[in-house]
Antibody, heavy 122, light 107 residues
Framework: EVQLVESGGGLVQPGGSLRLSCAAS????????MTWVRQAPGKGLEWVSV???????YYADSVKGRFTISRDISKNTLYLQMHSLRAEDTAMYYC?????????????????WGQGTLVSVS | AIQMTQSPSSLAASVGDRVTITCRAS??????LGWYQQKPGKAPRLLIY???TLQSGVPSRFSGSGSGTEFTLTISSLQPDDFAIYYC?????????FGQGTKVEMK
């Protein structure tokens, strides 16, 4: 069964750091594009970051310079290292597989999601 | 960043109704547009990508259309399982951006 399981969330003070993990089973985090999406309490979805299979990374403007996406091939795990945390980073953080299609255009599809891990900055 | 604006923000409908949700982009995104469904306490679920391609396993009552700056998600006959929040997402340019969501509630 293909599964993503996030962990590492918790309560942290403003200015603090936290590392989120996303353990994958049934899929390879290195062979796939992988992404992080967050959702503040009672709010909508916000894309955070993506890492391509080749290692290229992109970030939302709101986290650029503070967050780093990475992966450990030996552990088949995706990470999100978060520094200089702010109250507005409080959210449920989801990891997802980004299945990329190259057809008439190029399409990114978040087709497998984890259950999320909650980060509270206070 | 490209802004995605959904309308309406919420709607009330009955089982069997035809429901249409619109997503407008602040500038053209070709057809690099997906639709996601989210239920309370759950992760989002992919419904449609490339503006109109139905994800495997998604019921055919869901359909998408549009290109450029205006897109629609249509549910042809609303079912009890469809009451949820729907989001569009553009993956044309970084940063990728979601619409603010449309809540479909029971009338």
């Amino acid at each position: 069964e293909v599964q993503l399981v996030e962990s590492g969330g918790g309560l942290v003070q403003p200015g603090g750091s936290l590392r989120l993990s996303c353990a994958a089973s049934g899929l390879s985090v290195s062979a796939n594009y992988m992404t992080w999406v967050r959702q503040a309490p009672g709010k909508g979805l916000e894309w955070v970051s993506v890492i391509f299979s080749g290692g290229t990374t992109y970030y939302a403007d709101s986290v650029k310079g503070r967050f780093t996406i990475s992966r450990d091939i030996s552990k088949n795990t995706l990470y999100l290292q978060m520094h200089s945390l702010r109250a507005e980073d409080t959210a449920m953080y989801y990891c997802a597989r980004d299945t990329y299609y190259l057809q008439t255009g190029s399409y990114h599809t978040f087709d497998i999601w984890g259950q999320g891990t909650l980060v509270s900055v206070s | 960043a490209i802004q995605m604006t959904q309308s309406p923000s919420s709607l009330a409908a009955s089982v069997g109704d035809r429901v249409t949700i619109t997503c407008r982009a602040s500038r053209g995104v070709r057809d690099d547009l997906g639709w996601y469904q989210q239920k309370p306490g759950k992760a989002p679920r992919l419904l449609i990508y490339a503006a109109s391609t139905l994800q495997s396993g998604v019921p055919s009552r869901f359909s998408g259309s549009g290109s450029g700056t205006e897109f629609t998600l249509t549910i042809s006959s609303l079912q009890p399982d469809d009451f949820a929040i729907y989001y569009c997402l553009q993956d044309y340019d970084y940063p990728w951006t979601f619409g603010q969501g449309t809540k479909v509630e029971m009338k």
